[in-house]
């Protein structure tokens, strides 16, 4: 039985050639954490979660200080109790947010070292519903100093040109004709079959905004509005989802099954963007999507493709995958050595064990932060 020898950290910090704004938000670099679990047989196991723009050293404590010394000399299958003790060490500290995150990324560690033990990709060992592809849909649509309306029309109609049949793409941040005009280029350049989902990222503030921006959207038969206001402001999510045709999604910074279970039982939403690297990890995710079955919802996990596309392959009601389709604006990409191939709207299934990659050393060379005092990129708790 694998014994966990060591947890460690790394934090890895990369910037972005051009920053990208969204309704609320102007990203310049993104941070990652990174974190390997290795067990006394030589496995290891890799996870990750995103830490924004400069929050990394917050989880990387937070592995190394609180989460990791729970895991070392414990044995790597035992994943419910792990998951457990970890939360227990977290409730003081954080249930949702940094602490949780950190979690995530470890509890994704221990499936993907697990999976790699058994010699089986991470979907087959969690059990697939299927072995070769999922749907995905291709998400950006993000603003750029001088991206016009034809341009974000034309992204859009390239993403169904290479055979996505769902796209993505912000809204909130232009007036009301601003954003008209944006949504009409598209709706126009990828005809009237394709679904069209649009991210507000927490634009508004007010019921009557919202309605002014969605009365605009609804002639374009979105698929779905996402994050329309704060995550905390539920009531105001519950009566845009009564007072508009539009189905209301939202999850993607909402941690633990307690949460999701407001989310659901206040009619706050009936699409879930619950996401592995922020939620609890993958432990907590099956226990998300179980529950949002039982009241008839689906589940379309927020970005990170790499970790998602094993999770949609084996949750019986996820939907889609999330696809970047490139690194200039999530750049994640680039501290792994694979990436996930896209198929005509399709992701293929990673046939190697676990989560299918590993993290790129030289890019972590190059990316990976030496915090003053440490002595080196990855913080080890053995
Ligand atoms: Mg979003």
């Known amino acids: 039985m694998p014994t966990i020898e060591s947890v460690s950290v790394c934090i890895a910090r990369v910037p972005l050639a051009k920053p990208v704004t969204f309704a609320t938000r102007e990203v310049k670099a993104r941070e990652y ?114 991206k016009t309306p034809d341009k974000l029309a034309r992204e859009m109609a390239q993403h169904v040109s290479e055979g996505f049949r769902a796209v993505k793409m912000k809204v909130g941040l232009e007036s009301v004709a601003g954003e008209r005009k944006r949504i009409a280029a598209v709706r126009e350049a990828i005809g009237p079959d394709v679904r069209l989902m649009l991210d507000a990222n927490n634009a508004w503030r007010d019921l009557p905004t919202a309605l002014e921006y969605m009365r605009c959207f609804e002639p374009y038969n979105p698929f779905w509005i996402e994050e329309p206001f704060s995550p905390d402001d539920l009531d105001n999510h519950a009566r845009l989802a009564r007072a508009t045709p539009v189905t209301v999604a939202t999850g993607e910074i909402e941690a ?76 994640f990409r680039r501290v792994i050595d694979r990436q996930i191939e896209a198929d005509k709207g399709d992701l293929l299934l990673p046939k190697r064990p676990g989560l299918g990659f590993r993290f790129d050393e030289a890019a972590l060379h190059e990316y990976g932060v030496v915090y003053p005092g440490a002595k080196d990129r990855w913080q080890t708790v053995q």
Not at 43 to 64: F, K, P
Not at 98 to 125: E, H, K, T
Not at 266 to 282: H, K, P, R, S, Y
Request: a negative charge.
């Open 33 to 146: 954490c990174l974190v390997r679990v290795r067990s006394t047989d030589g496995q290891e196991g890799l996870g990750y979660c995103y830490a924004v723009n400069s929050a990394g050293r917050l989880l990387s404590v937070a592995v190394t200080d609180l989460l990791g010394p729970k895991l070392v000399g414990q044995e790597s299958l035992r994943i419910e109790g792990l998951w457990s003790e970890m939360y227990q060490e977290a409730l003081l500290m954080g249930r949702a947010g940094g602490v949780m995150r950190a979690l995530s990324a470890l509890d994704i560690a221990l499936w993907d070292l697990n999976a790699r033990s058994a010699n089986l990709p991470l979907n087959q060992y969690l059990g697939a519903k299927t072995l070769e592809r999922v749907p995905a849909y291709a998400s950006g649509g993000y603003y750029l100093p001088g």
């Open 256 to 331: 633990g099954r307690w949460r999701f279970k407001d989310l659901i039982t206040q009619g706050a939403t009936t699409l879930l963007q619950t996401d592995a690297t922020v939620c609890g990890g993958i432990t907590e995710f099956r226990r998300i999507a179980a529950m949002a079955d039982c009241h008839g919802l689906t589940v379309a996990p927020h970005a990170w493709h790499d970790v998602h596309v094993h999770l949609v392959a084996s949750t019986p009601n996820a939907t889609y995958v999330e696809w970047m389709p490139d690194d200039h604006i999530v750049n």
